[in-house]
């Protein structure tokens, strides 16, 4: 589905099916990597499936998805500016596309966008930043999967290191008026997010 989906997408933009190719054989190397465990395709999939459901509240589904498939692009624990070299990454790969610049503009904010998940006057970014923190909304199990992921992204850190960031983390999202921006993912998700939470930071 993701593939079909790039591919469509791209479609738009350029005949050329080498282009095609090598731009997704990118996407599933970068998001296959090594030490990878929840910022995968799976991820990319989810968020596929909840950006489908909001798709009727979206204005420009095309920009969303370019942010979609690059938002993780480039992931490291150990840096700060992953959003930043991913938004970079989309942009070069969009200008080879020969994508409109106001397209790539907008792409480029809405991944920068997902380093502090605040409110935005654009609309389209607040759903895709509710859509990528939508696994915080999610039953118990599947939210101790994602809690077990990130801990093993975190693998190079000791607890001593982990806990107090993650803590932190947790604590920076329980303290916002709203975790979701959107009254559609706020109604679906806000509760049981922050029951999720508050289970993590007391477990922790």
């Known amino acids: 589905m993701l593939q079909a989906a790039f591919s469509e ?3 738009t933009y350029s005949g050329k099916m080498e282009l095609k190719n090598r731009l997704w054989d990118e996407i599933t190397e970068a998001y296959q990597a090594k030490g990878r465990y929840y910022h995968t395709l799976a991820h990319l999939e989810n968020l596929h499936m909840h950006l489908s459901a909001m798709k009727d509240h979206i204005n ?12 993780d692009f480039v992931y490291s624990p150990t840096r700060s500016d ?7 990454c989309a942009v070069d790969r969009m200008k080879e596309l ?3 610049d106001k397209l790539i503009d907008s792409c480029r904010a809405q991944i920068l966008a997902t380093k502090a998940h605040e409110y935005s006057p ?8 509710d859509a990528d923190l939508s696994v915080l909304g999610q039953d118990t199990e ?24 993650r803590r932190k ?6 303290s916002m008026p709203r975790i979701y921006k959107t009254d559609f993912a706020y109604q ?17």
């Open 9 to 11: 997408l791209v479609s």
């Open 169 to 174: 983390v947790l604590k920076h999202f329980l």
């Open 60 to 71: 420009n589904w095309q920009a969303v998805l370019f942010t979609m498939f690059y938002h």
């Open 98 to 100: 020969m994508v409109p």
């Open 142 to 165: 599947t939210y101790t999967t994602y809690c077990q992921n990130v801990r093993k992204e975190y693998s190079l850190f000791p607890d001593l290191i982990y806990k107090p960031g």
């Open 188 to 204: 679906r998700w806000e509760q049981t997010a922050r029951l999720n939470l508050q289970m993590e930071l007391n477990n922790l």
């Open 122 to 129: 654009d609309e389209d970014t607040n759903y895709f930043t």
């Open 82 to 88: 992953n959003e930043a070299k991913s938004a970079a």
